[in-house]
C-alpha cells in the first residue's frame, strides 16, 4: 500500500489534512444549507424595503410627471441595487399604461395590486399592499408595489428580483470557508513540521546514527535527550542498553581470545590428525587396489585353468609312454614340471581373489563428501587446489557402504589431484534429479577438476585394470577399475568426459536403494573392474 511508505511525520500531516479537510466541507455544506434560506429572506426583505423606498421617491420627486426622469431614476436604482434586473412602472388609468421600463425590449411586467391569485403558482403578501410573485422556472422574484400620493394610488411600481444574489453571497461564504480551511491547514502542516522536527525527527535521526555508530564497532557513543516524553525515554534505554552492549563486548572479547587460542591449538591437532587419516585412507586405497589385482587373478586362472590342466594330461600320459630317445624325454620332463609351476602359480593367485563384501546402511552422501573434503584438505592445500562444493539440500539418503563409498571419492580425488600439478579447482557436486517415468530415485554425485584432461582415444580404456594415464612409478592402473566395481556393487554407474587440458568429469549415479540390485553378480573384471 502507498501509505505505507510514507513517514511517520507524512502519515500524520495526511491525517489531519484529511480530518480538517473533512470537517471544513461537512461545515460548510451544512452552513450553506442552513443559511441559504436565511440568506434569501434578507435579500426579499431588503428588495421590499427599496422597493418602498422607490415608490415613495417617485412621488416625493415628481419623477411620473417626466417620463425621461422617471427612466432615468429607474436605471439608477437598477444599477445602485444588485438583483433587480428589470422595473416597471404603470400608471393607475383605466388602461394601466406603462409610464416606463428598464427593459424596452423584454416582457412586461403586467401585474396589478391586488391581482387574481389563482392564476400564480406561488405568491407572498408581505404587506398590506405588496404583493410578490415567483417565476415559474425558480430563477427570480416579482414585485408589485403600489404608488400612493398620500391616500391616492396612483401608480404601480413592478421590480424583477434574480435570486442569484443570494447565490453569490453563499457561494461567497464558501470560498471563505475554503480559504479559512486551506489557510488553517497550512497554519497546522507547519506547526507539525516543525514540532517533529525539533521533537521526533531529529531525535529519531540522532539515536539512529548512534545505532549505525554501533552497529560498525563504536559503543561508547551515546543520544542525547533533549525532552522527558516517550522519545527522551527511548533515548535513556537506547543508552542503557549499549552500556550493556559495551560491557558485554568487552568480556565478550577476553572470552573469544581464550577460545581463540583454544582453538588454534585444538586446529593444529585436527590437521595433525587429518594427515594422518589421510594418509591411512590412501594406504587402505593400495589394499584395494592389490584386490582388484587378485580379481585379476582369478579371471586369468578361470580363464587358463582349464585348457592348462588339459595340457598337463596329456603331457604326463606322453612321458609315462617312454620313447626311447632320452632327449625327449627330458624335454617332457621339463615340460611338466613348467606346468605343475604354472598350476602352482594360478593357485597362489586363486587364493588371492575375493569379491568385495558390502556392509549397506542408512548413509548420507552430503556427510561423506564433506568429509572426503576434510580428508584431503592438507593435501589440496598444499598443491594449492580450491575445492568448490554444491550439494543439494533436497538429496535424500541412500543404503550404501560408506567406507568403500569414501574409499571411491577419494580415488577420484587423488587422481584430479595428480592431474593438477601446479594447483587448479576441484569441484564436487550432489544433485537429486527427478525420477523419469516412475523410474527409482536416484542421487549423482560429480567430481570434476581443471587439470590436464584425458585424450580422447583414452576414455575407452580409462576403467580396465593395470591401464593407466599416468607416469611410470605413479600409478598400477587398478584405482578406476576398483571404483567402478565399488560403484556397480551399489546398483550404479560410473561415467566419464573429458577434454585435453581442460580437465575431466567423473559422474556418479547411485540408486537410493540398491538392495533389490545387489544380488546380481558383480560384472566380469575383465570389462568393469
Known amino acids: 500500500m502507498l501509505f505505507k511508505r510514507f513517514g511517520l511525520q507524512s502519515k500524520i500531516i495526511i491525517i489531519l489534512a484529511v480530518a480538517v479537510v473533512s470537517v471544513v466541507a461537512v461545515s460548510t455544506y451544512l452552513a450553506m444549507l442552513l443559511t441559504r434560506q436565511l440568506v434569501e429572506e434578507a435579500i426579499y426583505r431588503k428588495v421590499l424595503s427599496q422597493a418602498l423606498a422607490t415608490a415613495h421617491q417617485l412621488v416625493s420627486g415628481h419623477e411620473l410627471d417626466t417620463p425621461e426622469n422617471l427612466l432615468a431614476h429607474l436605471n439608477q436604482v437598477k444599477h445602485d441595487f444588485k438583483g433587480v434586473e428589470q422595473i416597471d412602472v404603470y400608471r393607475h388609468d383605466p388602461a394601466h399604461s406603462l409610464a416606463a421600463t428598464t427593459d424596452p425590449s423584454g416582457e412586461h411586467l403586467e401585474l396589478d395590486v391586488i391581482p387574481n391569485v389563482n392564476t400564480y403558482n406561488e405568491f407572498e403578501r408581505p404587506g398590506e399592499d405588496q404583493l410578490t410573485i415567483e417565476t415559474p422556472d425558480g430563477h427570480d422574484w416579482i414585485m408589485s408595489t403600489p404608488i400612493r400620493d398620500g391616500n391616492r394610488l396612483i401608480g404601480c411600481l413592478d421590480l424583477k428580483v434574480s435570486k442569484r444574489s443570494s447565490n453569490q453571497i453563499i457561494d461567497g461564504l464558501v470560498w471563505r470557508n475554503v480559504v479559512l480551511m486551506l489557510a488553517s491547514l497550512l497554519a497546522v502542516i507547519f506547526a507539525i513540521h516543525v514540532f517533529f522536527f525539533y521533537n521526533v525527527r531529529r531525535p529519531v535521526k540522532e539515536m539512529v546514527e548512534v545505532m549505525e555508530a554501533a552497529e560498525g564497532g563504536a559503543l561508547a557513543v551515546r543520544a542525547h535527550p533533549v525532552s522527558q516524553d516517550e522519545i527522551g525515554e527511548l533515548a535513556g534505554h537506547l543508552n542503557q542498553m549499549l552500556g550493556r552492549l559495551e560491557n558485554f563486548n568487552t568480556e565478550l572479547g577476553h572470552k573469544v581470545s581464550e577460545a581463540t587460542a583454544e582453538l588454534e591449538r585444538r586446529n593444529e591437532e585436527l590437521t595433525r590428525i587429518n594427515e594422518e587419516l589421510f594418509e591411512t585412507q590412501k594406504t587402505l586405497a593400495r589394499s584395494e587396489r592389490l584386490a ?95 575445492v568448490r562444493t554444491d550439494f543439494s539440500k533436497r538429496a535424500p539418503e541412500i543404503q550404501g557402504d560408506a567406507g568403500y563409498l569414501q574409499q571411491v571419492f577419494l580415488n577420484l580425488i587423488n587422481n584430479s589431484m595428480d592431474a593438477m600439478p601446479r594447483g587448479g579447482h576441484l569441484y564436487l557436486r550432489l544433485k537429486a534429479p527427478e525420477p523419469v517415468n516412475g523410474e527409482q530415485p536416484v542421487v549423482r554425485v560429480e567430481v570434476e577438476d581443471t587439470g590436464e584432461g584425458i585424450a580422447p582415444e583414452m576414455l575407452g580404456h580409462i576403467f580396465d585394470p593395470m591401464f593407466t594415464t599416468k607416469r611410470m612409478g605413479t600409478g598400477a592402473g587398478l584405482g578406476l577399475a576398483i571404483c567402478k566395481q565399488i560403484i556397480q556393487q551399489h546398483g550404479g554407474t560410473i561415467e566419464v568426459s573429458s577434454r585435453v587440458h581442460e580437465g575431466a568429469r567423473f559422474t556418479i549415479t547411485l540408486p537410493v536403494d540398491c538392495r533389490a540390485r545387489t544380488e546380481t553378480p558383480a560384472p566380469a573384471l575383465a570389462h568393469s573392474a
Open 292 to 386: 582388484v589385482a587378485g580379481q585379476l587373478a582369478a579371471s586369468l586362472a578361470h580363464e587358463i585353468g582349464t585348457p592348462l590342466n588339459s595340457i598337463s594330461g596329456h603331457v604326463q600320459l606322453m612321458a609315462r609312454k617312454k620313447t626311447g630317445d632320452p632327449a625327449t624325454d627330458r624335454r617332457l620332463e621339463i615340460i611338466e614340471v613348467q606346468i605343475e609351476t604354472i598350476v602352482r602359480s594360478v593357485k597362489q593367485l586363486l587364493s588371492w581373489t575375493r569379491k568385495f563384501e558390502l556392509h549397506l546402511d542408512q548413509m548420507d552422501l552430503r556427510r561423506t563428501l564433506e568429509e572426503v573434503a576434510l580428508l584431503s584438505s592438507p593435501a589440496l592445500e598444499s598443491r594449492k587446489i580450491r
